[in-house]
């Protein structure tokens, strides 16, 4: 897992990104606990943030603090509530966060409205089970299975430190389908347009993707369908150099064929 080196507690890698962004201080430091890594750490800096849902944001970035602003916060959070009930229902899920950091995503994806299995969902730095690495298939192999048992749409598998993903499902014919991080990174830029609508950036963010040297020129060749020419920005591997381009280009979104997603 992950420690934060003020607290010792662990920590889920994107709360460290959330905690960055929104108190005062500067960076943190994240210690890695795996196997390959050991005494390793990752140093973050102050980042930016995308705010929010532009509608939500339109809708309070006028009005002053106090009673007004927090009741059109209230308000908003309900109705956040109420959609989150809805987004995955009817979906059955087969969540696998392979004894590492990210033992709560089940819960998580159950707020969702998801049905989920879930499968080595308590901590253990030994790993009993198999190692937290989704990009390679033999670590999916236990997920495919209760997938297949279980007849799930979906199996969906964590890395130690919870910020690297790997999917696998069956096709009508039975046949295992495992969906690799530029597979993923795909799926989710089909989703981006909705960002961009009138042409208007998102906030100060571009109709920008950035992906690393290693996924596939059908991922490059889709963001170009969907967003025009000079709209794919090639990277080094590693999150600070995908991290750095995003900053660069003012990129909405970024990821690894690892399956790290920014």
């Not at 499902?169 to 009138?198: K, M, S, W």
Request: glycine share 10%; proline share 3%; net charge negative.
């Amino acid at each position: 897992g992950v420690r934060n080196l003020e607290t010792k507690q662990e920590i889920w890698p994107k709360l460290m990104s959330f905690d960055c962004i929104n108190t005062d201080r500067r960076g943190n430091i994240q210690e890695i606990n795996e196997f390959e890594y050991r005494e390793a750490y990752k140093i973050m800096v102050k980042a930016h943030a995308v705010l929010g849902i532009r509608g939500w944001f339109e809708r309070i970035k006028d009005k002053k603090p106090g009673r007004e602003l927090q009741e059109e916060i209230d308000k908003i959070g309900q109705e956040i509530r109420q959609i989150q009930k809805e987004i995955f229902k009817g979906l059955r899920l087969v969540v696998d966060p392979g004894s590492g950091a990210a033992f709560f995503a089940g819960e998580i994806f159950k707020e969702l409205g998801a049905e989920v299995l879930e499968i080595n969902n308590s901590q253990d730095e030994n790993f009993p089970s198999h190692m937290p690495n989704p990009n390679e298939p033999r670590n999916m192999n236990q997920v495919a299975q209760e997938v297949l048992d279980s007849k799930a749409h979906l199996g969906i598998g964590y890395d130690t430190d919870g910020d690297r993903i790997g999917m696998v499902y069956f096709d009508e014919q039975n046949h295992r389908v495992d969906l690799e991080g530029d597979d993923i990174l795909l799926a989710i830029c089909t989703l981006l347009p909705g960002l961009f609508e009138g042409g208007k950036d998102f906030y100060s963010y571009k109709p920008i993707v950035v992906y690393d040297l290693k996924c596939s020129k059908a991922l490059k060749d889709y963001i170009y369908k969907i967003f025009g020419n000079g709209a794919a920005v090639e990277s080094k591997t590693g999150y600070v150099n995908i991290k750095e381009k995003m900053r660069q280009n003012q990129a909405i979104f970024g990821g690894e064929q690892s399956g790290h997603m920014f």
